[in-house]
């Protein structure tokens, strides 16, 4: 059983972790806005789309680049950070707190344990990145 | 998450002397021109407003410097560059172009005067190599090239890349005098000229001015206090501020490096990376060779024709003679919407023709929006009457609106 203290970690840097209910936070993690810098827009995920894991959902802007955020696994966007839209460094900021993407739903909860936890995204990171 | 501007070859790149510090910094580190570069030290946006506000600190090791001397040296850098190179005073910078034969940008430049016989031109990093065999082979051509009355010419002139052997730091903003003028010393013409130091490469021979007399683009030879390392210092820079350009012997940079950041408190200085460098030149509207700037771009599309002398021949001039009209028009403008323009995306008019390409596209710290330049191909097309266009970013079309640049001057 997930608890809200927990996050599950995407080999392609996002994240998520349970809000309530079944509803999960998502976000990217702190390695990714840090490779990123300044965040100056995100196009966020339709409300009510359903997405196929690796798919597509979104796009972080920084002053340098433009990367794509992906689905960790299949789910629904329940609702958005619209707080985004104003004050994008919340992404810089607070990453993986106040600088969640969007709210979702696991299509399939099982989907979880394809995910990494703190630990060994770390140790995936180190052995990537250094 | 996939960042598609990811550039990793740091093996293969050359490194600057300061490597080391920018990692110990924490700087992100990227491939640029051949070099691995300091993107940013913690954000280009604090950086970059930190350089508008008070100042920074950049290394910029990685530009070329090409000397060039001899008797002949000045009417071969006058045939061999767009603008008036010998005529210029002593102890002073010119900004010129060098051309093809077809009139096309090989590459922007400034060129130091240091006596009739003696010039430094500082190249862009991605460009020394090609710029010194350019120049090199040119010298070789004309000194073999018998002149309408028999006689060989430019047999005076030494052409050599010094890019190795240089060190180029750049403290930028209005607050630059404030760490600059203390740290700095006065050597004026009892410069160690009998010893082995650093002026002596350039064979000064005029007066030299006093660090605070010094105008913009005019340049001295000074010391820096208790660390005792000689530099060439000129008032000059690539961010539309205040400041300063110090070059150095590579041997010393990081000593000069830390010997600034010791002292950052005077000026509220912080190291600056190059993703803030392309902001700040770009909000003062200052070209970047590869954006606004290619063998494929005139000097008349740039908007750079004053930098082409009247006065002389050169490389190129026969070629752009010919050319009647620009073929495109350089733009600049911003954007009411979030998304960052990016270079080569095409620029769409009221009907979503295609009219031409962004140059540069970025993100203005200082105006919070996003901006860009563009080169308008399509001749029936004239910049100022332009009033509904459109970027195409990644199939979004995105509201763009002409202004007048320099961006950082534009009053709110």
Redesign the interface.
């Known amino acids: 059983m997930a608890d809200n203290s927990k996050f599950y970690f995407a080999k392609?840097?996002?994240w998520i972790s349970l809000d309530s209910n079944n509803v999960y936070n998502l976000g990217?993690s702190d390695f990714?806005q840090?490779?990123?810098?300044?965040v100056?827009?995100v196009?966020l995920p339709e409300i009510g789309k359903q997405y196929k894991k690796d798919e597509k959902i979104g796009?972080?802007?920084?002053?340098?680049?433009?990367?794509?955020?992906?689905a960790p696994a299949d789910l629904t966007i329940k609702g958005v950070n619209s707080k985004l839209n104003e004050t994008p460094e919340l992404i810089?900021n607070e990453p993986l707190g106040e600088g969640f993407i969007a709210k979702i739903e696991l299509n399939n909860p099982s989907d979880l344990s394809s995910l990494m936890d703190k630990d060994s995204y770390e140790s995936f990171v180190k052995s990537n990145h250094e | 998450m996939n960042d598609k501007n990811a550039n990793n070859n740091e093996n293969e790149d050359k490194k600057t002397p300061l490597y080391d510090k920018h990692r110990n910094l924490g700087a992100k580190i990227v491939s640029f021109a051949g070099f691995s570069m300091p993107l940013y030290y913690k954000s280009i946006i604090d950086e970059h407003l930190n350089v508008r506000n008070n100042s920074g600190l950049f290394d910029i090791s990685h530009m070329g410097e090409i000397i060039v001397k001899g008797k002949d040296a000045g009417i071969f850098l006058d045939y061999v560059l767009t603008a008036d190179i010998s005529s210029i005073f002593p102890n002073t910078i010119t900004y010129s172009l060098v051309l093809n034969e077809n009139g096309g940008v090989i590459d922007d430049l400034t060129i130091y005067k240091f006596s009739n016989e003696s010039y430094m031109i500082v190249a862009n990093a991605a460009n020394t190599e090609k710029d010194f065999a350019w120049i090199h082979t040119q010298m070789l051509n004309l000194q073999k090239t018998k002149t309408d009355n028999g006689q060989y010419m430019f047999q005076n002139v030494t052409v050599e890349n010094y890019s190795d052997k240089i060190g180029l730091l750049s403290v930028q903003g209005p607050k630059s005098r404030n760490i600059i003028y203390p740290l700095v010393e006065d050597i004026s013409d009892n410069y160690g000229r009998s010893e082995n130091n650093f002026c002596n490469i350039f064979n000064f021979q005029y007066n030299i001015k006093s660090l605070k007399e010094l105008a913009h683009f005019e340049f001295s030879c000074v010391k820096f206090k208790e660390i005792e390392i000689e530099a060439v210092i000129s008032r000059s820079g690539y961010t539309g501020e205040f400041g300063f350009e110090i070059f150095i012997d590579a041997d010393n940079v990081g000593t000069l490096w830390d010997y600034i950041l010791e002292h950052k408190e005077l000026s509220n200085l912080l190291p600056v990376g190059l993703g803030a460098r392309d902001t700040l030149r770009f909000e003062a509207a200052l070209p970047l060779y590869g954006h606004e700037l290619d063998e494929t771009i005139t000097p008349y599309d740039a908007g750079l024709e004053k930098y082409l002398s009247k006065n002389k021949d050169f490389i190129g001039k026969e070629a752009l003679e010919k050319i009647k009209n620009k073929e495109k028009k350089l733009i600049f403008f911003k954007l009411a919407g979030k998304q960052i323009p990016r270079h080569l995306q095409r620029i769409l008019d009221e009907n979503l023709k295609p009219i031409g390409c962004v140059a540069s596209g970025t993100y203005s710290p200082l105006n919070k929006m996003p901006i860009g330049s563009a080169y308008i191909s399509d001749s029936n097309v004239t910049p100022s009457m332009l009033k509904n266009f459109y970027i195409d970013i990644r199939g979004n079309f995105e509201k763009a609106e002409v202004v007048m640049p320099p961006f950082h001057k534009i009053k709110k």
């Open positions: 392609s840097h996002e990217i990714a840090s490779e990123l810098g300044d100056v827009y196009q796009e972080i802007e920084s002053v340098k680049s433009v990367s794509e955020i992906y810089n």
